[in-house]
């Protein structure tokens, strides 16, 4: 290897290590850390120091650091949420769901785009309209996930709006960019046909990987030796990534498409479960291939060919306007379920464009359909987007209220509904009942609780039982479409954090697990109890509350008083323990040195009184 390429990956390798250092230091700005990449490359590169020089050995990683960006765009992709058939129940309005509108606010954004298009073919800026119309109609997933999971919003019903909206607009537009490109080289020839031959490979191997990572001898042996120095998991995503290239290649279809295929493929067959599998993968992209695609691109990146002349310029600002308008006015279509704030930041965060425009514009500059000027612009809309964007989203976007969930909502009126509400008036949090039948509501009232009668229906019931303050729904309805209903509004109407829910079908099952709801299933629960009854009978009878004044209890982390303490230090109230920590879905076992974050949730064990006195003092 030549000691210049030596060099130059040294430079390109120390500058990936710096950038994410002096992004933190700026992090109160939003701006993602791959605009640093670009910007920085820029400044080694041709428009800046001239330190580098493109060569076969930097292009080739470039361009496999961007395979690798779409193979993991590709993992992001949630197959499952464009299932048209995940839906509580069918009272909800078949096109106001969340594939309808993702689909609306697509062929809105392709419309407008290719129309968008138009005004600019007359100047000289493309002499494909078609193509340059699929350019601006690019989002960027990369970009909309991090700022969802930022605001929290990825499981309440607007972010999985907006992810169904920015999966359909990142598969079908580069579905759409491979079909036009291939038109514009080859015309319409047998060869396209190869497209859709592709798609149909993709939708067999998908099934088949999908059945066979459920169960089997094949995956108890990988998951065994998963953890050793094989790390069979990790080498199989790169055999699928480069199989999938290979076979794009072969049909002659645009890598990109075969790399993200791959990333759906991989991400099917573990169901998004294995979070330690998809942490290596993303270490090894962002940690080495990706910085060097986005750096790569500022140093080819041709400063100069936007700032010689107004028309640059100008191209640059109306690329700005377009490219938000384009996704601005089709977001309108989530005016049908959501505020306007809501529908505007959607819409605005939808703008956000990075890595697909700026391969598609690659592409186009290579096949002669824009000058220099055209893709350097297109760069730096890329920049701006994914820029403002955000920020713009924040800024639009109504923040939540800071108040803490508190509240029990009990809907049921079976002698188990009873005998729960007793129990769980005990606790510290408020509880309110639900009980269509009249008869029952007596007894309900003989417990103290609550009761929530004479309404119209159940979603009246919930608002007068302030659903959107409560902390968990419980629901013991007895008839499977009722079940349905209740989660669906306790979910999709009040974002209610805690859904449980019992339920006697076993085909039910998954639907409500995919919608977040925790589901007991009656004689599984009764073969547990039993069990925890024979093999820990002492801690059996501590959940089961039979040990007098003691109570097994949860509560969640909002007093930043009382973080970045090492639990050690803490003074803890009367005879309370910490059992377990969760953080961002991973069970902590806590030591003397664990220190809490906010939004911890804390298991606590000991007597009602101290475990109240801990309550008051971890809360804000």
């Known amino acids: 290897m030549k000691t210049d390429i030596l060099f130059a990956l ?10 994410p250092i002096f992004a933190k230091s700026l992090e109160k700005f939003g701006i993602p850390i791959v605009v640093y990449e670009i910007l920085a490359g820029m400044i080694i590169g041709g428009s800046g120091l001239n330190m580098i ?29 464009l299932n048209p058939r995940r839906t509580f129940s069918n009272q909800e309005k078949t096109w106001t769901q969340a594939l309808p509108i ?3 606010i697509f062929m809105g954004t392709i419309i407008t785009a290719f129309l968008a298009s138009l005004l600019f073919a007359p100047e000289g800026t493309t002499s494909s309209p078609i193509l340059f119309g699929l350019i601006l109609s690019t989002t960027s997933l990369g970009v909309v996930v991090p700022v969802l999971k930022e605001r929290e919003l990825t499981g309440n019903r607007f972010g999985q709006y907006i992810l169904v909206a920015s999966s359909i607009a990142d598969f079908a537009t580069l579905l759409l960019l491979t079909t036009v490109i291939a038109i514009l080289q080859r015309g319409f020839t047998f060869d396209l046909l190869l497209i859709p031959i592709l798609l149909v490979i993709f939708i067999m191997v998908a099934r088949f990987s999908m059945r066979a990572s459920h169960g089997g001898k094949l995956q108890e042996t990988l998951n065994n030796i998963s953890s050793t120095t094989s790390q069979i998991h990790i080498r199989g995503a790169f055999a699928v990534l480069f199989a999938w290239v290979v076979l794009a290649e072969a049909f002659g279809v645009e890598v990109i498409l075969g790399a993200f295929l791959a990333g759906a493929i991989a991400g099917m067959i573990n169901g998004g479960d294995d979070q330690s599998e998809r942490e290596k993968l993303d270490a090894i992209g962002y940690g080495f291939f990706i910085p060097i695609f986005f750096i790569m691109v500022g140093v080819q990146f041709n400063l100069q ?6 028309q640059g310029l100008n191209l640059l600002v109306w690329l700005v306007v377009v490219a938000l308008l384009v996704k601005l006015i089709p977001a309108l279509f989530l005016k049908l379920k959501f505020t306007w704030r809501q529908t505007l930041g959607g819409g605005m965060l939808l703008s956000s464009r990075l ?24 760069i730096l809309l890329a920049i701006l987007t994914c ?6 989203f924040n800024r639009i976007y109504p923040r939540e209220e800071e108040t803490i969930r508190r509240g029990i909502i009990v809907v049921g009126q079976d002698q188990l509904a009873e005998y729960l509400i007793e129990r769980l ?31 119209e229906d159940l979603q009246d019931a919930l608002i007068k039982a302030n659903a959107g303050q409560a902390r968990v729904l419980l629901d013991l309805t007895s008839s499977s479409d009722e079940t349905l209903e209740v989660c669906r509004l306790g979910r999709e109407e009040f974002d209610i954090p805690l859904i449980v829910s019992r ?18 299933q009656p004689e599984l629960a009764t073969a547990m109890a039993l069990e925890g009854a024979i093999r820990f009978p002492t801690a059996f009878e501590v959940m089961a509350h039979e040990t007098a004044d003691i109570e097994v209890s949860e509560i969640i982390v909002t007093n930043p008083q009382n973080t970045a303490i090492p639990l050690g230090k803490i003074q803890l109230p009367g005879d309370v323990l910490i059992l377990s920590l969760k953080r961002d879905g991973s069970i902590i076992i806590p030591h003397g040195d664990t220190t809490l974050q906010l939004s911890d949730q804390l298991g606590l064990i000991g007597n009602r009184s101290s475990i109240n006195d801990v309550a008051a003092m971890f809360n804000q």
Do not use: H, W
């Not at 080739?60 to 960006?69: D, K, P, S």
């Open 355 to 378: 890595s697909l425009i700026i391969a598609a514009s690659a592409i186009a500059l290579d096949m002669e359909l824009i000058s220099q000027t055209v893709n350097s612009d297109i």
């Open 503 to 520: 339920i006697a079908e076993i085909e039910l099952i998954p639907y409500l697990r995919e919608r977040g709801v925790k589901v007991v």
């Open 10 to 19: 040294l430079l390109i390798t120390a500058l990936a290590a710096i950038i």
């Open 305 to 310: 060919a936007v700032f010689k002349t107004t």
């Open 387 to 392: 820029t403002i964007s955000p920020f713009l």
């Open 425 to 455: 008036q005990t606790g510290q949090e408020p509880l309110i009942a639900i009980c269509p039948n009249q008869e029952r509501i007596q007894t309900f009232n003989k417990l103290g609780a609550q009761i929530i009668d004479g309404c």
């Open 53 to 81: 020089e493109p060569s076969p050995t930097l292009e080739f990683l470039a361009e496999f650091g961007f395979a690798f960006l779409m193979f993991l765009s590709g993992l992001e992709l949630d197959i499952k949420s």
């Open 102 to 104: 993702g689909i609306m």
